[in-house]
Protein backbone atom coordinates (compact mmCIF):
# COMPACT_ATOMS: atom_id res chain seq x y z
CA UNK A 1 0.00 0.00 0.00
CA UNK A 2 1.39 3.49 -0.70
CA UNK A 3 2.42 5.53 2.07
CA UNK A 4 -0.02 7.99 1.45
CA UNK A 5 -3.35 5.74 2.07
CA UNK A 6 -4.80 5.45 4.88
CA UNK A 7 -4.77 2.03 6.84
CA UNK A 8 -8.05 2.33 8.31
CA UNK A 9 -11.01 4.37 6.88
CA UNK A 10 -13.73 6.73 8.40
CA UNK A 11 -17.25 5.51 8.34
CA UNK A 12 -18.63 8.85 6.54
CA UNK A 13 -15.56 8.25 4.03
CA UNK A 14 -16.55 4.22 3.06
CA UNK A 15 -19.26 3.52 0.06
CA UNK A 16 -20.32 0.29 1.91
CA UNK A 17 -22.30 -0.50 -1.63
CA UNK A 18 -19.01 -0.54 -3.59
CA UNK A 19 -17.12 -2.80 -0.78
CA UNK A 20 -20.38 -5.51 -0.74
CA UNK A 21 -20.14 -5.76 -4.62
CA UNK A 22 -16.36 -6.21 -4.84
CA UNK A 23 -16.89 -8.65 -1.85
CA UNK A 24 -18.88 -10.74 -4.20
CA UNK A 25 -16.83 -10.38 -7.07
CA UNK A 26 -13.85 -11.87 -4.84
CA UNK A 27 -16.06 -15.18 -4.05
CA UNK A 28 -15.62 -16.35 -7.22
CA UNK A 29 -12.80 -18.63 -7.28
CA UNK A 30 -11.21 -21.63 -8.63
CA UNK A 31 -13.44 -23.95 -5.99
CA UNK A 32 -16.67 -22.11 -6.72
CA UNK A 33 -16.63 -21.04 -10.20
CA UNK A 34 -20.61 -20.33 -10.22
CA UNK A 35 -22.54 -19.34 -7.76
CA UNK A 36 -26.09 -18.46 -7.05
CA UNK A 37 -27.20 -15.78 -4.47
CA UNK A 38 -27.22 -17.85 -1.56
CA UNK A 39 -23.54 -18.89 -1.70
CA UNK A 40 -22.14 -15.57 -2.77
CA UNK A 41 -24.47 -14.16 0.05
CA UNK A 42 -22.21 -17.27 2.36
CA UNK A 43 -18.96 -16.05 0.87
CA UNK A 44 -19.49 -12.36 0.88
CA UNK A 45 -20.52 -12.25 4.59
CA UNK A 46 -24.29 -10.16 2.76
CA UNK A 47 -27.46 -10.99 3.13
CA UNK A 48 -29.10 -12.97 0.49
CA UNK A 49 -31.37 -10.07 -0.67
CA UNK A 50 -28.08 -7.93 -0.69
CA UNK A 51 -25.95 -10.54 -2.65
CA UNK A 52 -28.97 -11.11 -5.00
CA UNK A 53 -28.92 -7.35 -5.99
CA UNK A 54 -25.04 -7.39 -6.22
CA UNK A 55 -25.23 -10.26 -8.92
CA UNK A 56 -27.89 -8.57 -11.03
CA UNK A 57 -26.39 -5.36 -10.77
CA UNK A 58 -22.70 -7.21 -11.86
CA UNK A 59 -24.59 -9.06 -14.75
CA UNK A 60 -26.00 -5.87 -16.20
CA UNK A 61 -22.64 -4.18 -15.95
CA UNK A 62 -21.38 -7.19 -17.80
CA UNK A 63 -19.18 -8.35 -15.10
CA UNK A 64 -21.07 -11.87 -14.41
CA UNK A 65 -22.54 -13.97 -16.60
CA UNK A 66 -26.03 -16.05 -15.93
CA UNK A 67 -28.25 -18.61 -16.77
CA UNK A 68 -30.87 -16.97 -14.07
CA UNK A 69 -29.93 -19.26 -11.39
CA UNK A 70 -26.14 -19.32 -11.15
CA UNK A 71 -23.54 -16.50 -11.89
CA UNK A 72 -20.23 -16.46 -13.08
CA UNK A 73 -17.49 -14.12 -13.95
CA UNK A 74 -17.70 -12.88 -17.66
CA UNK A 75 -14.29 -11.69 -19.34
CA UNK A 76 -14.85 -7.64 -18.45
CA UNK A 77 -13.59 -8.44 -15.50
CA UNK A 78 -9.67 -9.33 -17.21
CA UNK A 79 -10.06 -5.21 -18.02
CA UNK A 80 -9.00 -4.35 -14.15
CA UNK A 81 -5.81 -7.12 -14.45
CA UNK A 82 -5.05 -5.78 -17.93
CA UNK A 83 -4.92 -2.33 -16.29
CA UNK A 84 -2.66 -3.40 -14.22
CA UNK A 85 -0.30 -5.42 -16.11
CA UNK A 86 -0.16 -1.90 -18.54
CA UNK A 87 0.17 0.71 -15.92
CA UNK A 88 1.94 -0.65 -12.52
CA UNK A 89 5.45 -0.26 -12.75
CA UNK A 90 6.66 -3.36 -10.53
CA UNK A 91 5.60 -5.75 -13.74
CA UNK A 92 6.85 -3.83 -16.47
CA UNK A 93 10.33 -3.64 -14.72
CA UNK A 94 10.89 -7.05 -14.02
CA UNK A 95 9.81 -8.59 -16.74
CA UNK A 96 12.45 -8.52 -19.07
CA UNK A 97 14.55 -9.80 -16.20
CA UNK A 98 12.39 -12.53 -16.18
CA UNK A 99 12.48 -12.63 -19.55
CA UNK A 100 16.90 -12.72 -18.85
CA UNK A 101 16.67 -15.42 -16.53
CA UNK A 102 14.88 -17.99 -18.60
CA UNK A 103 16.39 -17.79 -21.85
CA UNK A 104 19.43 -18.36 -19.80
CA UNK A 105 18.35 -21.55 -17.69
CA UNK A 106 15.51 -22.86 -19.80
CA UNK A 107 13.65 -22.54 -16.44
CA UNK A 108 10.44 -20.66 -15.67
CA UNK A 109 10.67 -18.03 -13.52
CA UNK A 110 8.32 -15.75 -11.72
CA UNK A 111 7.70 -12.39 -9.12
CA UNK A 112 5.00 -12.22 -6.67
CA UNK A 113 3.32 -9.95 -4.43
CA UNK A 114 1.32 -10.65 -1.11
CA UNK A 115 -1.85 -9.67 -0.69
CA UNK A 116 -3.35 -11.14 2.77
CA UNK A 117 -3.34 -15.10 3.01
CA UNK A 118 -1.69 -15.67 -0.91
CA UNK A 119 0.54 -14.43 -3.11
CA UNK A 120 -0.61 -12.83 -6.22
CA UNK A 121 1.90 -13.59 -9.86
CA UNK A 122 2.33 -10.34 -11.21
CA UNK A 123 5.21 -11.44 -13.83
CA UNK A 124 5.94 -14.61 -15.15
CA UNK A 125 8.30 -16.17 -17.74
CA UNK A 126 7.25 -19.35 -18.46
CA UNK A 127 9.02 -21.92 -20.66
CA UNK A 128 7.96 -25.60 -21.39
CA UNK A 129 10.41 -28.53 -19.66
CA UNK A 130 10.62 -32.36 -20.41
CA UNK A 131 7.88 -33.74 -20.69
CA UNK A 132 6.04 -31.16 -22.58
CA UNK A 133 4.98 -29.54 -19.27
CA UNK A 134 5.02 -26.07 -18.19
CA UNK A 135 5.55 -25.23 -14.58
CA UNK A 136 3.91 -24.85 -12.42
CA UNK A 137 0.82 -26.73 -12.63
CA UNK A 138 -1.89 -23.91 -13.19
CA UNK A 139 -0.14 -21.13 -12.63
CA UNK A 140 -0.23 -18.35 -14.77
CA UNK A 141 -0.07 -14.38 -14.73
CA UNK A 142 -2.93 -13.34 -11.82
CA UNK A 143 -2.80 -16.82 -9.58
CA UNK A 144 -3.19 -16.61 -6.19
CA UNK A 145 -1.24 -19.21 -3.95
CA UNK A 146 -0.95 -19.56 -0.54
CA UNK A 147 1.38 -17.44 1.29
CA UNK A 148 2.51 -20.16 3.68
CA UNK A 149 3.41 -23.11 1.40
CA UNK A 150 5.10 -21.36 -1.02
CA UNK A 151 8.70 -20.06 -1.48
CA UNK A 152 7.66 -16.90 -2.39
CA UNK A 153 4.76 -16.42 0.15
CA UNK A 154 7.80 -17.37 3.09
CA UNK A 155 10.08 -14.81 1.71
CA UNK A 156 7.49 -12.05 2.02
CA UNK A 157 6.14 -13.20 5.49
CA UNK A 158 9.86 -13.07 6.81
CA UNK A 159 10.53 -9.64 5.92
CA UNK A 160 7.14 -8.53 8.48
CA UNK A 161 8.06 -6.82 11.66
CA UNK A 162 7.88 -9.26 14.05
CA UNK A 163 4.50 -8.21 15.99
CA UNK A 164 2.54 -8.56 12.13
CA UNK A 165 4.25 -11.66 11.58
CA UNK A 166 2.94 -12.80 14.95
CA UNK A 167 -0.48 -11.40 14.48
CA UNK A 168 -1.48 -12.98 11.16
CA UNK A 169 0.18 -16.72 12.41
CA UNK A 170 -1.64 -16.15 15.27
CA UNK A 171 -4.93 -15.99 12.80
CA UNK A 172 -4.49 -17.60 9.85
CA UNK A 173 -5.08 -21.12 8.10
CA UNK A 174 -2.37 -23.26 7.55
CA UNK A 175 -4.14 -26.11 5.48
CA UNK A 176 -1.62 -29.06 4.50
CA UNK A 177 -1.74 -29.18 0.23
CA UNK A 178 0.86 -31.85 0.52
CA UNK A 179 2.36 -34.51 3.09
CA UNK A 180 5.24 -32.06 3.08
CA UNK A 181 3.21 -29.25 3.80
CA UNK A 182 4.24 -27.15 7.11
CA UNK A 183 0.87 -26.31 8.72
CA UNK A 184 1.71 -25.97 12.30
CA UNK A 185 2.00 -22.35 12.97
CA UNK A 186 5.51 -22.82 15.54
CA UNK A 187 6.96 -24.65 12.68
CA UNK A 188 6.21 -22.25 10.77
CA UNK A 189 7.33 -19.69 12.72
CA UNK A 190 11.19 -21.46 12.96
CA UNK A 191 10.88 -21.80 9.06
CA UNK A 192 10.00 -18.15 8.37
CA UNK A 193 12.83 -17.33 11.10
CA UNK A 194 15.23 -19.72 8.85
CA UNK A 195 14.13 -17.97 5.94
CA UNK A 196 14.79 -14.39 7.26
CA UNK A 197 18.16 -15.44 8.12
CA UNK A 198 19.33 -17.40 5.02
CA UNK A 199 17.73 -14.35 3.27
CA UNK A 200 16.17 -17.04 0.21
CA UNK A 201 13.32 -19.84 1.17
CA UNK A 202 13.42 -23.41 -0.95
CA UNK A 203 10.00 -24.80 -0.57
CA UNK A 204 9.95 -28.35 -1.60
CA UNK A 205 6.90 -30.44 -2.60
CA UNK A 206 4.73 -28.30 -0.12
CA UNK A 207 2.36 -26.38 -2.40
CA UNK A 208 2.51 -29.65 -4.89
CA UNK A 209 3.93 -32.37 -5.49
CA UNK A 210 6.72 -32.58 -7.52
CA UNK A 211 7.67 -29.45 -7.52
CA UNK A 212 10.52 -27.10 -5.97
CA UNK A 213 10.86 -23.28 -6.25
CA UNK A 214 13.18 -21.32 -4.34
CA UNK A 215 13.08 -17.37 -3.94
CA UNK A 216 14.49 -14.20 -2.69
CA UNK A 217 13.32 -10.62 -2.01
CA UNK A 218 12.69 -7.95 -3.96
CA UNK A 219 13.92 -4.67 -2.30
CA UNK A 220 13.94 -1.14 -3.14
CA UNK A 221 16.37 1.47 -2.11
CA UNK A 222 15.31 2.16 0.91
CA UNK A 223 15.27 -2.30 1.80
CA UNK A 224 11.90 -2.48 1.83
CA UNK A 225 10.92 -6.01 0.35
CA UNK A 226 8.24 -5.37 -2.66
CA UNK A 227 8.25 -8.58 -3.88
CA UNK A 228 9.98 -12.15 -4.15
CA UNK A 229 11.53 -13.38 -6.92
CA UNK A 230 11.80 -17.23 -7.74
CA UNK A 231 12.19 -20.13 -9.96
CA UNK A 232 10.25 -23.20 -10.17
CA UNK A 233 11.00 -26.64 -11.63
CA UNK A 234 10.40 -30.52 -11.09
CA UNK A 235 11.81 -32.66 -8.28
CA UNK A 236 13.22 -34.86 -10.66
CA UNK A 237 15.12 -32.54 -13.32
CA UNK A 238 17.24 -30.92 -10.40
CA UNK A 239 18.01 -31.80 -6.56
CA UNK A 240 16.73 -29.25 -4.31
CA UNK A 241 20.89 -28.54 -3.36
CA UNK A 242 21.45 -28.38 -6.97
CA UNK A 243 18.60 -25.89 -7.34
CA UNK A 244 20.36 -23.65 -4.44
CA UNK A 245 23.53 -23.92 -6.06
CA UNK A 246 23.18 -23.17 -9.35
CA UNK A 247 19.77 -20.66 -9.11
CA UNK A 248 20.41 -18.83 -5.84
CA UNK A 249 23.27 -16.94 -7.20
CA UNK A 250 21.50 -15.99 -10.38
CA UNK A 251 18.35 -14.86 -8.54
CA UNK A 252 20.04 -12.68 -5.91
CA UNK A 253 21.92 -11.15 -9.19
CA UNK A 254 18.47 -10.19 -10.54
CA UNK A 255 17.25 -8.55 -7.19
CA UNK A 256 20.63 -6.30 -6.76
CA UNK A 257 20.04 -5.37 -10.95
CA UNK A 258 16.14 -4.78 -10.31
CA UNK A 259 16.90 -2.93 -6.66
CA UNK A 260 17.38 0.88 -8.03
CA UNK A 261 14.65 0.56 -11.03
CA UNK A 262 11.72 -0.81 -8.29
Request: glycine residues 6%.
Amino acid sequence: MADYLPTSLARADTIAGLAKGLAVLESFDTERQRLNATMAAQRAGITRAAARRHLLTLAHLGYLESDGAYYWLAPKVLRFSGAYMATARLPRVVQPELHRLAARTGLSFSCAVRDGDFVVIVARSAVRESGDRLLAHGVHLGSRLPVHATSTGRVLLAALPDAERTAWLAGAELPRLTAHTVSDALALTAVLNDVRRLDYCLAVQEHELGIEALAVPLRDMRGNTLAALNVVTATNRMPPRELVAQMLPLLQEAARTLRPLV
